[in-house]
T-cell receptor, first 115, second 111 residues
Framework: GAGVSQSPRYKVTKRGQDVALRCDPI?????LYWYRQALGQGPEFLTY????????KSGLPNDRFSAERPEGSISTLTIQRTEQRDSAMYRC?????????????FGPGTRLTVL | GDSVTQMEGPVTLSEEAFLTINCTYT??????LFWYVQYPGEGLQLLLK?????DKGSNKGFEATYRKETTSFHLEKGSVQVSDSAVYFC??????????FGKGTRLSVIA
């Protein structure tokens, strides 16, 4: 398909386990963003990349969270030693360019549940 | 920092009623403004956008005008349908930055 894809769509894990969430952006899109959305709230920024360079990671809650985009395409968000408070919908978006006029296109999200 | 405030829901309307969802923002510089929609069981989709003052974004019968003087970007539709039931998010982008979203407004349209 031509849209942003994310996998897995649903992830249930036990507290203390590590999880890796994958995002495959629209082909050729320069920028890739990660957001987290709690129930009943709007998405909140975590981190973003232009090409393979991580531009801003100020939204990552703590050092258990990390992200990479080594070849400027697919990105992985990793959460180490998961905690129940990490349960949320994790959304990925990509945009063609780096201007604020560029539309961000969102994937379907990964619903993470930490037991 | 940048922020978006939108009216709290839920909003319940009868089919063919007029819809307004208020959105105001605080931002440095000249942001672009967006409305995203999330239909039940689906991801976020761009509904419309405006990139400069006085621009009007429109799509699927929805409209919103970028009002710099009132820092607003209210969403309107003249006649809603049951299929418009969804959560609507107002958002802004001030530069090479991530989107800043409002909390969302849930709309339910009843036949």
């Amino acid at each position: 398909g031509a849209g942003v894809s994310q996998s897995p769509r649903y992830k249930v894990t036990k507290r203390g386990q590590d999880v890796a969430l994958r995002c495959d952006p629209i082909s050729g899109h320069v920028s890739l963003y990660w957001y987290r959305q709690a129930l009943g709230q709007g998405p909140e920024f975590l981190t973003y990349f232009n090409y393979e360079a991580q531009q801003d990671k100020s939204g990552l809650p703590n050092d258990r969270f990390s992200a990479e985009r080594p070849e400027g395409s697919i990105s992985t968000l990793t959460i180490q030693r998961t905690e129940q408070r990490d349960s949320a919908m994790y959304r990925c978006a990509s945009s063609q360019g780096v201007e604020n006029t560029d539309t961000q296109y969102f994937g379907p999200g990964t619903r993470l549940t930490v037991l | 920092g940048d922020s978006v405030t939108q009216m709290e829901g839920p909003v319940t309307l009868s089919e063919e009623a007029f819809l307004t969802i208020n959105c105001t923002y605080t931002a440095t510089g000249y942001p672009s403004l967006f409305w995203y929609v999330q239909y039940p069981g689906e991801g976020l989709q761009l509904l419309l956008k405006a990139t400069k003052a006085d621009d009007k974004g429109s799509n699927k019968g929805f409209e919103a005008t970028y009002r710099k003087e009132t820092t607003s970007f209210h969403l309107e539709k003249g006649s809603v349908q049951v299929s418009d039931s969804a959560v609507y998010f107002c958002a802004l982008n001030s530069g090479n930055t991530p989107l800043v979203f409002g909390k969302g407004t849930r709309l339910s349209v009843i036949a």
